[in-house]
């Protein structure tokens, strides 16, 4: 079975700060999916990114940036230069079979 | 371009009774997964439908039942609703029962009186 743990429950910045949401996986399975999900208060899931858990390369997008790293089974993102808009749940589900595992999110909270 | 959309927004039951909630997927999409998210939890995997069957059932009683249409619209039903049952309900569209490009609507948040 697959288990997603999302240590950091809430995480508060100031706007412009740099913040790195954590995310660790427990499985059994060799090559896996992972994903980063954003939940703003309207509730919809806005997809971020997903990796296969092959692939150690980092990831950038503009201000956010990801890490994977296999030995630790961490898959963690950056958000550099924070904004109140930034303000969501963060999720980091991972694919078994057809379906996402999710943890229980990061709110991640900026403050101005 | 709509994306996937949920009706009703808000709903509120008593226990006991039945509900049913609706979602229409992202247009060119024809898989529909449904999800369960409990107040300060991440979502729960309820069931997949493509080409009008479910395809994989997360662990959730009988009492939650769907259903998808030939336009791959789809319906969640929840028989004798209890309280436990209040949650925001998520539906989420992709394309051939892939993961790869997964949308999900604003939900339906659902209370059980």
């Known amino acids: 079975a697959q288990k997603v743990t999302q240590a950091q429950t809430e995480i508060s910045v100031v706007e412009k700060e740099d913040v790195t949401l954590d995310c660790v996986y427990e499985?059994?399975?060799?090559?896996?999916?992972l994903f980063w999900y954003k939940q703003p208060p309207s509730g919809e899931l806005v997809f971020l990114i997903r990796?296969?858990?092959?692939?150690?390369q980092n990831e950038i997008s503009g201000r956010y940036s990801w890490n994977f790293q296999k030995s630790t089974s961490s898959f963690n993102f950056t958000i550099t230069a924070s904004q109140v808009v930034d303000s969501a749940v963060y999720f980091c589900?991972?694919?078994?079979?057809?379906?996402?595992?999710f943890g229980a999110g990061t709110i991640l909270r900026v403050k101005s | 371009d709509a994306g996937v959309t949920q009706s009703p927004t808000h709903l509120i039951k008593t226990r006991g009774q039945q509900v049913t909630l609706r979602c229409s997927p992202k247009?060119?999409?024809?898989?529909v997964s449904w999800y369960q998210q409990a107040l300060g939890q991440g979502p729960q995997f309820i069931f997949q439908?493509?080409?009008?069957?479910?395809?994989q059932r997360g662990n959730f009683p009988d009492r939650f039942s769907g259903h998808q249409f030939p336009n791959y619209s789809s319906e969640l039903n929840v028989n004798a609703l209890l309280l436990g049952d209040s949650a925001l309900y998520l539906c989420?569209?992709?394309?051939?029962?892939?993961?790869?490009?997964?949308?999900f609507g604003s939900g339906t948040q659902l209370s059980v009186l």
């Open positions: 589900p991972s694919e078994y079979g057809n379906k996402l595992v």
């Open positions: 439908y493509y080409e009008e069957e479910e395809r």
């Open positions: 990796r296969n858990s092959f692939d150690e």
């Open positions: 989420a569209s992709s394309y051939v029962a892939t993961n790869e490009k997964l949308f």
């Open positions: 247009s060119g999409h024809d898989t």
């Open positions: 499985t059994r399975d060799t090559t896996y999916y």
